[in-house]
C-alpha cells in the first residue's frame, strides 16, 4: 500500500508540478492555443489563471517534499485535500462548460488525491 501511495502520489506531483508551471509560465493565449481542453480559460483573467498555477505548483511541491525531508509530513494529506478543491472548482467549470467528457478526467484526479488523503491520514500514516 505504502509503494502505491508514493507512485499516485509521485505522479500526482509531477502532474501539478507540471502542469501548474505551465500556467505560471505561458501566457493566457498561449495556453487557450494547446486545444480544446484549455477553452477553460476564456471564463478566467490572466492573474486568475497565473493564481491557479501557482497553487498547483506549491501543492505539487507540498504533495512529496515534506515526506521525502521528513520535515511535517502531515502536509502531504493537506496539499491533497488543497487539490482536491482546486479539481472540485475544476470540475464545476467543465460541467457549466458543457465539457462533460473532460470533467470526467478532473474526477478521475479528484479520487486520486482522496485515495491520497485517505491513505496517509488512514491506511499508511506517516509515524516518527
Do not use: C
Not at 26 to 45: F, M, N, R, V, Y
Not at 88 to 101: C, M, N
Request: glycine share 12%; proline share 4%.
Amino acid at each position: 500500500m505504502n509503494l502505491a501511495l508514493w507512485i499516485i502520489t509521485g505522479v500526482l506531483a509531477a502532474a501539478y508540478f507540471f502542469g501548474g508551471g505551465g500556467k505560471l509560465v505561458l501566457s493566457k493565449q498561449k495556453i487557450a492555443a494547446t486545444g480544446p481542453s484549455a477553452a477553460w480559460t476564456e471564463d478566467w483573467s490572466a492573474g486568475g489563471i497565473k493564481a491557479i498555477g501557482a497553487l498547483e505548483v506549491l501543492a505539487g511541491v507540498g504533495l512529496v517534499l515534506p515526506a521525502v525531508l521528513d520535515i511535517a509530513p502531515v502536509l502531504v494529506p493537506l496539499a491533497a485535500i488543497g487539490l482536491m478543491i482546486i479539481m472540485v472548482g475544476a470540475a464545476i467549470v467543465r460541467f457549466r462548460r458543457r465539457e462533460f467528457k473532460l470533467m470526467a478526467v478532473d474526477l478521475v484526479y479528484l479520487a486520486l488525491l482522496a485515495f491520497v488523503v485517505w491513505g496517509r491520514l488512514v491506511a499508511e500514516p506517516f509515524t516518527g
